[in-house]
Nanobody, 118 residues
Framework: VQLVESGGGLVQAGDSLRLSCAASGRTFSSYAMGWFRQAPGKEREFVGRITWSGGTTYYADSVKGRFTISGDNAKNTVYLQMNSLKPEDTAVYYC????????????WGQGTQVTVSS
């Protein structure tokens, strides 16, 4: 299983950015996909989650109302739409796969840097 994130970059506060996570190697129809982030000197933080089959989403309070996770089953790709970005959203963003819907993420991408300037 391989997960590849893309779409990171440098933006200004208030801007939007969309990250993509392309999955390959397995059938992901029954998986849950999560997004996480890690800022310098901080622990990795849960951002949100989506289940492939029902499209159910769940978000951390820190991003609720600003970030949206969606998926394209045909492309095996999950997206993280980030609006109204803040400097505190600056981090490396990772996608991860939970194949057993257990809350344990087994497969991880390499991460993509998002930097939000004030």
């Amino acid at each position: 299983v391989q997960l590849v994130e893309s779409g990171g970059g440098l933006v200004q506060a208030g801007d939007s950015l969309r990250l993509s996570c392309a999955a390959s190697g397995r059938t992901f129809s029954s998986y849950a996909m999560g997004w996480f982030r890690q800022a310098p000197g901080k622990e990795r933080e849960f951002v949100g989650r989506i289940t492939w089959s029902g499209g159910t989403t769940y978000y951390a309070d820190s991003v609720k109302g600003r970030f949206t996770i969606s998926g394209d089953n045909a492309k095996n790709t999950v997206y993280l739409q980030m609006n109204s970005l803040k400097p505190e959203d600056t981090a490396v963003y990772y996608c991860a796969a939970d194949p057993n819907l257990s809350g344990i993420y087994i497969y991880w991408g390499q991460g993509t840097q998002v930097t939000v300037s004030s």
